[in-house]
């Protein structure tokens, strides 16, 4: 067989962009992403997409109404589909058996459901979400159990790598494709029509072929990997606050060795987004469910010192802001879980207002590209909160950092923005109320120049010479 039509279902951060560059790469396909939500098929199709991400929306432009479609016509899109691929969202179960670890697989049951149902010719299906391992073996066993005359299946492993805000990068010039196939005769067919695919612009030796459960655990691990660099980074953050060490030295020297290598090693408030935690707290789960308590455990660390990075720097604020800041006007720079997305999904800048809120606080918030409405969401919905209208009255939105910092006492940044860099804190300075602190989450702004200012600095694992915490009598030194 030759692939000639693409379905994908879930038109999401991981399904959008990974099917524009296919179709972009492959003009002979014809792609079809699909969703269940009728709003995001509409915003596909318009001139504002559903997420922001550097490059998209020039490939969009470049592909779709020519081989590349947004549907919400599902059945159609299967039923004429060589190959689908399924990437809708697998998130941490918040009820039942294995709540707040174990992926909850419901989204990807009801995708294969829709495609045994539907399918009425051979099909590639091709597990694209990030599941446990032996996910596939469900998605097999529905298939399978519900087949129709004449209609066979084979299910493929194919995790997707993208990080978001460089994900048209990444996609384009991937380090490595991974796919994962049953080692019969079919199956191996399979995997090189994905590869075929794939060959349109990854060269060769950058498609990786495995078994499925191997290409399965892969992603699991991958990102567990890069988790572990940044809570190993952050757990020696602490360790330079309180000998006089610099995080970023330490960082540059460890990371020279070549076994080490420079990336994944900048100490932050901790990391967030859809994947980390998530996929940790899977593998975590998984651990448990095999009987390997002391895995479990092992990987479990890097989540909770994750939590506790995040705890240990909001603590840091409210101290120096001499240990209260009940009514205080407090401006948050920075809202998505990274720099270059709109995304909030885990971002500790949630965690930080949450608890500032909680304190009391008046938040001021500016991101340049998380909606307004999705700010208020994350910080007022019933998870959050259970007084969404009280916290709702101690949170302003603004258009402009600027705007966001007239009148504040303190500046709280937590996303590593390049335009915080850029901003003039002298006037910053004057607007704002004395003494002005700048509590800087992300290690990015020239703290010597703002000292000389007059502003009070504190960062991320190194403990600044004029750092000027003036503590409230009987405050708590931190840990
Ligand atoms: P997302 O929430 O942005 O998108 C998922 C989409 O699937 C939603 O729009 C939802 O409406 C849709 N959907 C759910 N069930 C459906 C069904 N039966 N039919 C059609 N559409 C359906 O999620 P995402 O961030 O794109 O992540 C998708 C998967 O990829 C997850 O497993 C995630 O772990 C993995 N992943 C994500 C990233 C990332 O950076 N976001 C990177 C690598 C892997
Ligand atoms: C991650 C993986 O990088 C990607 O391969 C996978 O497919 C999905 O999960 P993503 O979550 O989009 O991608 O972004 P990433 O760049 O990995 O950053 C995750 C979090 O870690 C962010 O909050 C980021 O600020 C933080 N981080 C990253 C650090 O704190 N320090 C670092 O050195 C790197």
């Avoid at 603590?315 to 720079?333: G, M, P, Q, Y």
């Avoid at 965690?351 to 918030?365: C, P, Q």
């Avoid at 860099?421 to 509590?439: G, R």
Wanted: charged letters at 25%.
């Amino acid at each position: 067989m030759v692939i000639q039509k693409i379905c994908c279902l879930g038109a999401g951060y991981v399904g959008g962009p990974t099917c524009s560059v296919i179709a972009l790469k492959c003009p002979n396909i014809k792609v079809t992403v699909c969703d269940k939500s009728v709003e995001r098929i509409n915003q596909w199709n318009s001139d504002k997409l559903p997420i922001y991400e550097p490059g998209l929306d020039e490939v969009v432009e470049q592909c779709r109404g020519k081989n590349l479609f947004f549907s919400t016509n599902i059945a159609k899109s299967i039923q004429e589909a060589d190959l689908i691929f399924i990437s809708v969202n697998t998130p941490t179960k918040t009820f039942g058996n294995g709540k707040g670890r174990a992926a909850d697989l419901k989204y990807i049951e009801s995708a294969a459901r829709m495609i045994a149902d539907l399918a009425t010719s051979n099909k590639i299906v091709v597990e694209k979400s990030t599941v446990p391992v032996k996910a596939a073996e469900i998605i097999m066993k529905i298939l399978r159990a519900n087949t129709k005359p004449g209609v066979e299946y084979q299910i493929l492993s194919n995790p997707e790598f993208l990080a978001e805000g460089t994900a048209i990068v990444d996609l384009v010039e991937a380090e490595r494709v991974l796919i994962g196939g049953e080692d019969t005769p079919e199956g191996q067919r399979a995997v090189q029509e994905l590869c075929w695919v794939y060959e349109h612009w990854i060269p060769a030796k950058n498609i990786l072929t495995t078994n499925t459960w191997s290409s399965e655990l892969s992603k699991l691990a991958a990102n567990a990997f890069l988790a572990q660099r940044i809570s190993s980074i952050n757990s020696l953050s602490a360790v330079c606050e309180a000998t006089g060490a610099d995080v970023s030295e330490v960082a540059r020297a460890v990371g020279r060795d070549s076994r080490i290598g420079p990336k994944f090693l900048e100490a932050s408030i901790g990391f967030g987004g859809s994947c980390f935690q998530k996929d940790i707290l899977n593998l975590i789960y998984l651990c448990e469910c095999l009987n390997l308590p002391e895995v479990a455990a092992y990987w479990q660390q890097v989540v909770s010192l994750n939590d506790y990075q995040k705890t240990r720097f909001t603590r840091k604020v409210i101290e120096s802001l001499f240990n209260t800041v009940s009514d205080k006007k407090i401006a948050v720079l920075g809202f998505s879980f990274k720099k270059n997305t709109g995304d909030t999904r885990e971002s500790p800048a949630i965690y930080v207002s949450n608890t500032l809120l909680d304190e009391g606080a008046k938040l001021h918030i500016y991101d340049p590209k998380v909606e307004h409405d999705q700010i208020y969401y994350e910080l007022t919905h019933p998870y959050a909160t259970s007084e969404p209208e009280k916290v709702r009255k101690n949170i302003e939105i603004h258009d402009t950092a600027y705007s966001a910092v007239t009148g504040a006492h303190a500046i709280v940044l937590c996303t590593e923005w390049d335009e915080f860099k850029e901003l003039d804190f002298k006037k910053i300075y004057e607007v704002m109320m004395k003494p002005a602190y700048i509590f800087d989450g992300r290690k990015i702004l020239d703290h010597e120049a703002l000292q000389n200012i007059g502003f009070h600095v504190q960062t991320i694992g190194k403990r600044l010479a004029r750092s000027g915490s003036i503590r409230a009598q009987g405050s708590q030194t931190m840990p």
